[in-house]
């Protein structure tokens, strides 16, 4: 199984600044006949299911702002916040779906400073 | 709307059975893979099992796999997955997506405790 580490466990900034949270992958999820990257970021509010945030390691799901961005390629990742607001406060996880089983990242905790 | 509502959670002892269920509307069911991803409180999320569009094809992680079985009735619109043999790390929500890759689809999941 393809292992995905993320790094913070946990992330406090301050309103309206950077939040940067990173994932990598046990091997690569870059898939070369196409070079796509296998990689989505969720975000998870207390008490909520997981929403997609963001698709093939950078594509951002219709509605969801575009403080939230996303890069990287075959084994590392990143998930940027540009200008944290109230309502970002979430657990957000990263999931590799290259291979089955897919799995997710541990999670990362995003609070306001 | 596209949605999914879980049900049959519940507590339950050690040993014992559940069958969960996760109904879809919005959508045709049978066009897609549905899964099963759980989360125990507190961690990470843990994909558990899915099932292809006509049923014909199912996949299991290897903790439950023996003792999970997921199935669908297309023409009811929903999915299920019957857990037998629980332990108490089968403790957990119990969520339902509409396909992984990635998965774009939620239900709000179905608590599962597993205690005597």
Redesign the interface.
Same mark, same amino acid.
Do not use: C, N, R
């Given at each position: 199984d393809i292992v995905m580490t993320q790094s913070p466990d946990s992330l406090a900034v301050s309103l309206g600044e950077r939040a940067t949270i990173t994932c990598k992958s046990s091997q690569s999820v870059l898939y070369s006949s196409n070079n796509k990257n296998?990689l989505?970021w969720?975000q998870q509010k207390p008490g %909520?299911?997981?929403?997609?945030l963001i /698709?093939w390691a950078s594509t951002r799901?219709s509605g969801v702002p575009d403080r939230f961005s996303g890069s990287g390629s075959g084994t590392d990742f990143t998930l940027t916040i540009s200008s944290l607001q109230a309502e970002d406060v979430a657990v957000y996880?990263c %999931?590799q779906?290259y291979s089955?089983? /897919?799995?997710?990242?541990?999670?990362t905790k995003v609070e306001i400073k | 709307e596209v949605q999914l509502v879980e049900s049959g959670g519940g507590l339950v002892q050690p040993g014992g059975s559940l069958r969960l269920s996760c109904a879809a509307s919005g959508f045709t069911l049978g066009r897609y893979w549905m899964h099963w991803v759980r989360q125990a409180p507190g961690k990470g999320l843990v994909w558990v099992s899915r099932i292809n569009g006509d049923g014909s094809s199912t996949t299991y992680a290897d903790s439950v796999k023996g003792r999970f079985t997921i199935s669908r009735d297309n023409a009811k619109n929903t999915l299920y997955l019957q857990m037998n043999s629980l332990r108490a790390e089968d403790t957990a929500v119990y969520f339902c997506t509409r396909e992984m890759s990635p998965a774009d689809v939620w239900g709000k999941g179905t608590a599962v405790t597993v205690s005597s």
């Open positions: 296998y989505a969720y %909520q299911p997981p929403k997609l /698709s799901e996880s %999931q779906y089955t089983p /897919s799995t997710f990242g541990q999670g | -």
